[in-house]
């Protein structure tokens, strides 16, 4: 090999026809997929992590502060998002930007193919993640990932570049691949496990004499220029007094793989249980975000140890999701987009995932074959999966690995037809049965995630969207309350359904409340019957719902406070029917009504107590108690109650 980085080198990584080519499909799939998921909703309005980093991209973009502590979630698509938004990126101008960086995802695949694999295999390598819907379905998303990825593979490139001796600035070429992998860890931190990987295959290939040596301290500049890149973040929080590399979230992730509620594939939804994640940090003093993971991961490596039996059933079902062929939902379920928007790329019959996972294991396993390189992919693809395992698993955290797997799910059939090219029917005739074995493993669905129940959640944030309009689109309320209905019918047990249902018939019942006040002060009798009517029949539904989540969860404090304003506000309906009755000189009616009204009032503080027993800094259930007892006050006096 030459040690030169001439344009003729260059070449020989990036084939000028074969890039060409590459691009093309890679751009032509992309805008196919555009066409289908462009229509859908969950591209139209970011949802969950990408409403998150929305909301602090146009704070940042405006000149705002988004918060004053240490960073909760990893900072980079935050900021570049701010960057793109102050340079006039809409949300459609970021998806299709995401989506060109997928292509040069697909041909930065090409060339680290070419340097540890064959021409053939690399090009096969590309051509497969060029066509794979994952990937521009998480590029048209907010989310960082399209990101990482490509930084990730930029810095294995610069790496291998180096092993392969196809640079003579040996030092600054791993400088620069550590300050990649850097900023690709300020997106998803948990690559700093691979830079440590990388770290360590270059310090042994040198010591065992498997490829070029290094100094120690040259290796060293791999992992200083990772730091420089991460420092940003590392003294944002120091200033906020804690010694915290990127992000606090590692307690809230540990706590969502290893808990009583845990199933190994669900994150910790913004909700009822996050809610009450957040109190119990507070309540056992942990203030700010890093104390709270601290905190937090002392709670998850407690139930760890207090269950033994229940983590190792789970890290035996995260590893093998990891495996699996069915995308796991995190933020957006991919069968949502494929059964429901029409977009059949990402369908289970569309060569995808599940087709290229037996062959990458196959392909995996034989490493060796395609040393020294093939043993750095190998350590970067085994270590990033097991960074996975101890929090819970899903499409988005397997997406960095996919074009890596794509190379060795090629280069594994290109060693079936050298076998059996070659008559070497024992050793093809041993590796189709490990194959055809691994295919079954990979596509039995051992946990049900075809199941309809896992789109709940999307019915359930298709409810949110409605709700809330986004951009030019205006909230439809009849939609958002079928979707939440589908929701809570798909997975009656999830609180978060059932307190969202609520709240939205607890909005429905302001505009009900305001006509009727208008009515009755405008002495309108019938109608301002009618608006209670209607708002007392919003509210039995409201109550049932609330009351159902604190079944659920009884430390739901928002959900008891949502109960008590059901019945707070039934008390008003009771208490102006009473007032309406005395108009009228109906003094029985009034007085029915004012019992009525009182009951619920007694129910209503009942309630609030209760939100303030689970949680006591509740000011807002303070005052609605001293509300009720004014409201009580001003009930006629009809009777001696």
Known sequence: MGKGSSPQKQAELFPVRQVLILAAVALVFRTVYWFLASKSLFLQTPVVDGSFFDIWARTLAEGGVFQEAVFFKPPLYAYLLSWLYKAGFSLTGVQLLQMLVGAGTVLLTLAIGRLVFTPRVAFGGALVTALLP????????????????????????????????????????????????????????????????????????????????????????????FLVAISPATFHNLKYGSFTLISANLGANLVAGNSDQADGVSAIPVGARWDDLQLQSRQAGAADPAAASRWLTKEALGWMAAHPGRTLKLAGKKALLLVNGREGRNNINPRWLAEKDGVFLLARWWPATWLILPAALLGLGLFRRWRPGGGLLFWVVVMQAAAVLPFFVNARFRMPLVPLLALFAVAAVAVLFEQWSGGRRRALGLNLAILAALFLVVNVDWFGLGAERWLARDWFNQGLIHGRGYGDRRPDFVESERCFRRAVELDPAEVDFHERLGAHYLMLVMQRMGSARMARDEEDWPRAAEYLGEAEEILA?????????????????????????????????????????????????????????????????????????????????????????????????????
């Open 134 to 225: 994952i990937l521009p379905f998480f590029e048209t998303q907010l989310l960082a990932e399209s990101w990482t990825t490509a930084l990730t593979l930029g810095s294995l490139l610069l790496v291998l570049r180096v092993v392969k001796e196809r640079t003579r600035t040996v030092g600054r070429v791993l400088f620069a691949a550590g300050l990649l992998m850097g900023v690709a860890a300020l997106g998803r931190p948990n690559l700093m496990l691979a830079i440590v990987t990388a770290a360590v295959w270059l310090w042994w290939l040198g010591r065992t004499g498997g490829g070029r040596s290094l100094a120690p301290g040259t290796i060293v500049l791999l992992l200083a220029g």
């Open 541 to 641: 539904e409201a109550r049932g719902s609330h009351r159902r989540a604190t079944e659920i969860m009884p430390r739901s404090y928002n959900s008891w406070v949502n109960l008590a304003n059901a019945e707070n506000w039934l008390g008003d309906v009771a208490s102006s029917r009473a007032g309406m009755a005395l108009a009228r000189a109906d003094s029985a009616s009034a007085r029915t009504s004012a019992l009525a009204a009182l009951e619920f009032y007694q129910y209503s503080v009942q309630y609030y107590q209760q939100s303030l027993e689970v949680n006591p800094q509740l000011e807002g259930s303070k005052r609605s108690i001293n509300a009720v007892f004014r409201s009580v006050m001003d009930l006629p006096g009809l009777d001696p109650a």
